[in-house]
């Protein structure tokens, strides 16, 4: 067993209360997402309300999943009842009462209601007027006429909110100009325009978007208006909505997307040029860079012979410690503070603190934990490494708001399904030992290549789930042959976190086959997407 696991081993006890966690052991900790977890956990164990509570006010960030457990412990009057109404499907609805029923109703949820019980419904809220308003337009005869006169508020709320089926069913109708002005003035409409543009069963809808004015709409709405003049065979109008995505855009990942797609639409070698000056090490620029024959920005892989540096590397609350440190530092700070990590076991802290002393402009692609991925073709340890890269920069104390744990962030209900799998105890901690997590991440790894080949919709799986994944693949119209394929299907992916995440994979990829001495091209790494023999189980039956 390695020091540092055997350190964290005899530790535990100690600050955990003999394997347990105490209301005295989270009271020393930092408010934070990792608390959280903790919390959540806490809550899980045999507590009284009064733990509970207190435990309860020392949570940062509230969410239904920790309001669950709190619900089973506490004696506070309306959390049980508000965790419990929050999870009534329709077929439970109307509920007992009108204040349980405003808590579980959304306009998904309504519209997969009978006629008769949404009447009945309406009568139960009648003093819910916030309510009361959308639901009385999803009754009536002509939902979107009356929808438009509802007003912006009401119509972003329903629209959004209501699901593919109600929407296309319902609302597939040109957008009135008076209206898109109003909406143009709501945050909301961002989300409105991603989702007309992402779904090819709105096609009024998406022509209406084609000349609106995008002068108030930011970067991810106007690019969304480029693509949906890509898709409906206007380049020209694209090309003005993608000017106007450029100046709003604030990251260099996003201009260089905006750079790619002006080349796609009218292929010029300065504009290519102008893409391989970025900074920036994504799929973008790799394509730049592979076009031109030119070198990619300098990447990084540190190497150490020194094991550890005396750091605990399984500990969250000291990862949180450290990005206390070096936020807001400069360069020779960091520099200077990155040499507590020149160890084998800390390289990801390492290359993380580097990479902001760098400020970007050097890339680091650690090469962490050999023994974790022995066994593996390079192809798949190259999978692995760009998923771990992309998931926790390597750092194997991670854990996400959605309490997502370790190095290949694995989420608790994922550990447990794999620890049975394994004929193992499941152990939460157990995944912040990078060894372990990465064995879990490997047997993941096989259930999802059962049905996915392509690391492109292997990592659409991994972030978003493998049903995300088919339901993308077999109904959205996605990766098929046609101009701009598959790139512009890699823009239209309807869940914002898999779009980007997908392309950073993608990208990172591309980076460790060089590195792992199996380099493929950009050009052949996404040849294959709109061939569904070579890329997925799910159309290729």
Known sequence: MRRGALFFLLLLPALLGAGEITLEWLAQ?????????????????????????????QIRSVNWKLIRRYAKKTKMPGFAMADRCHRLGAKKLPAESAECSAIALTPYKF????????????????????????????????????????????FLELFNRCGRQWRAEHLDHPLPPLLVAELSKKSGFAQTIKLIATDPNLPNLRRSLLGIDSAKLNHRATFFLAMNAVNLGHPALAKIYLADAYKKAWFRFDKDKVLFWFYLLEPKEETLKQLAQSFD??????????????????????????????????????????LGAIKGKKEAWLLDYSRRFACRETEGHYSFVMERAARWRTHYFPLPYDKAFEGLSADEKALLLSLARQESRFIPSSISPSYALGMMQIMPF????????????????????????????????????????????????????????????????????????PWLSMELVHYDESRRYGKKVLANYIVYKKLLGEPIAVSKAVETLTRPSRTDRFRSR
């Open 29 to 57: 900790k930092p408010r934070s997402y990792a608390k959280d977890f903790y919390i959540w956990r806490y809550f899980g164990q045999n507590i009284t309300p009064e733990q509970a509570d207190a435990a309860f006010y």
């Open 111 to 154: 519209a997969h209601m009978s006629r008769k019980k949404r009447f009945e419904l309406m009568k139960q809220l009648a003093d819910y007027p916030n309510l009361l308003r959308w639901m009385e337009t999803m009754v009536d005869e002509t939902p979107f006429f009356a929808l438009v006169k509802s007003g912006p508020d009401t």
């Open 414 to 485: 994922l550990v447990k399904a794999l620890a049975k799998e394994r004929k193992e105890p499941f152990d939460l901690d157990a995944m912040f030992d990078p060894y372990t997590n990465v064995a879990y991440a490997r047997q993941h790894m096989k259930f999802l290549k059962r049905s996915l080949y392509h690391p492109l919709f292997i990592a659409y799986a991994y972030n978003g789930g493998i049903g995300f994944t088919k339901k993308m693949l077999t109904t959205r119209g996605l990766f098929e042959k046609g101009e701009y394929e």
């Open 281 to 322: 090490l994504n799929l973008y620029t790799l394509y730049a860079h592979e076009e031109l024959g030119t070198k990619w920005p300098r990447v990084v892989s540190p190497s150490f012979e020194k094991e550890g540096c005396g750091y605990d590397i399984e500990d969250p609350f000291a990862w949180l410690k450290v």
